[in-house]
């Protein structure tokens, strides 16, 4: 599955990121929820076990959600992630997870795209569950980017994050109890790349056009719509880029206007 290169591929470009950190960095407060670095990369890390587990081990899966419920109860994600980890921190962290990260898209590479996995939440295609590993590294990668005030290199890997965000319009309304008001709204986005993405047809919902970058920041919720140069027309447009989410999992709120942007530093 290409989906499964483009994920370590991602996954490498925000290891190399941090390669160079002095060991105290990853101590570093970001702008997603105040977590840290090492928060950050544990959350990722910890996860690619999950999945990982999905695909070889249904049973070690099992027990893997298992402690993850009894361990988040009376606490918070960050806590449990740090305990199953056994406070693993720093550069042998990013070392395990890019090592976790590269077998594990070495399995989904040779899976059938097909095969359901169970997760979480709904069971999912392999396919499935690679892309959305894809995009979570890329959207906690953002945060990452952002502290240090690095500008993101994007390729056009985050065609797969645009694509969730077109293939959750539905799931984004009904996730909040709202019916979907009409169609989606076409969009017209520009790759990386330079080539010209369209999704959608012409309707009274209106039309979203601009950095394919941008739109997948919005789905996303690393950005704010108002921090971002999209174009925005039609009121149902409009409403969505308010509430847009591509993840699973109850309605979040899109950070506040101002909240999420690149810092003026560098690494």
Known sequence: MQQAIDFLDESKALCALLAPLPEGDFQRPTQFKGWTINN????????????DLS???????GA????????????????FEARYLDGL????????WIELAEATAGAFAAADPKLRLKWVGPDMSALSSITARLMETWAHGQ???DAFGVERQDTDRIGNIVRLGVNTWTFTWK??????????PKLRLSA???AEWEYGEPSESGMISGSATEFCQVVTQCRNIADTSLEVIGEVAHQWMDIAQCFAGPPQ???EKGSRHRAEMGV
């Not at 695909?55 to 899966?61: C, G, H, I, V, W």
């Open 40 to 51: 950050i990369i544990r959350h990722l890390h910890v996860w690619n076990i999950a999945v």
């Open 89 to 96: 921190s720093g550069h042998a962290l990013r070392n395990a």
């Open 253 to 255: 709120h899109p950070p």
């Open 64 to 79: 893997f959600v298992a402690a993850m419920m009894d361990g988040v109860r009376g606490g918070n994600l960050p806590e």
């Open 143 to 145: 945060a990452v980017y």
């Open 192 to 194: 990386p790349s330079g």
């Open 175 to 184: 996730n909040r109890r709202i019916e979907p008001p009409g169609q989606m």
């Open 55 to 61: 695909l070889r081990d249904e049973a070690a899966f």
